[in-house]
């Protein structure tokens, strides 16, 4: 007679690995905004416009002139020049004084002209440097400002400072800014259009996944 101890006992059936999950492969991101891409002959462009520009400005500030043509070069030439890279511009704003360093004695306004147009200007450069297209706005706000108001509030400050009130004097700063904002505004959007292009024919370039 068996003993109900040596019935044996069932064995469990093995466990059926649940199937891997397959993944579908992802399409890669594209990036939102590319940086741009430094070629040789981009460098090179951007060399000899940079030095190109810098030159032309040096000519105006070295050779004798009256005050209104040194002002207009010098604010449009120094916008134009921060477009070729960052340090362009701020040599620019440097040779305001080299007339200075000429033999031709600067003209008696432009002891007023330099620290006035000067802090003006650098402040565009550095609202420039911050953003985009949509800065630009902005640096002509804060420009126009500078100039608008001591032309308002000079007298007020120094009764022998005329200079900032005088018509002439803020038509061609404010014309000289005109100037070179709106080439900078035209490179930016040319650049935008450039790098939309660009990314649409990447995405049509890569495959379907």
Do not use: C
Not at 95 to 112: A, N
């Amino acid at each position: 007679m068996t003993s109900p101890d040596s019935a044996p006992t069932p064995q469990a059936a093995p466990a059926t690995p649940a199937p891997a999950r397959t993944r579908r492969a992802r399409r890669p991101r594209l990036p939102e905004f590319e940086p741009p891409r430094i070629t040789p002959g981009r460098a090179l462009a951007h060399l000899l416009g940079g030095l190109i520009t810098l030159a032309v400005l040096a000519y105006f500030q070295w050779t004798p002139g009256e005050w209104p043509v040194r002002l207009l070069t010098w604010v449009a030439l120094t916008i134009i020049a921060d477009e070729f890279d960052g340090w362009y511009g701020y040599v620019a704003l440097l040779l305001g004084g080299l007339g200075y360093f000429s033999p031709v004695t600067p003209p008696e306004q432009w002891t007023v002209i330099l620290p006035l147009v000067g802090g003006a200007l650098a402040g565009v450069l550095l609202i420039k440097h911050s953003g985009g297209l949509f800065v630009l706005p902005f640096a002509a706000a804060l420009y126009a400002a500078v100039i608008i108001g001591m032309g308002q509030f000079a007298t007020k400050l120094d009764g022998s400072l005329t200079l900032p009130a005088n018509e002439e004097f803020q038509r061609t700063a404010l014309v000289g800014l005109i100037v070179g904002l709106t080439v900078s505004a035209i490179r930016r959007i040319v650049s935008l259009i450039l790098r939309a292009r660009a990314r649409r024919e990447q995405r049509g370039a890569m495959p379907a996944a």
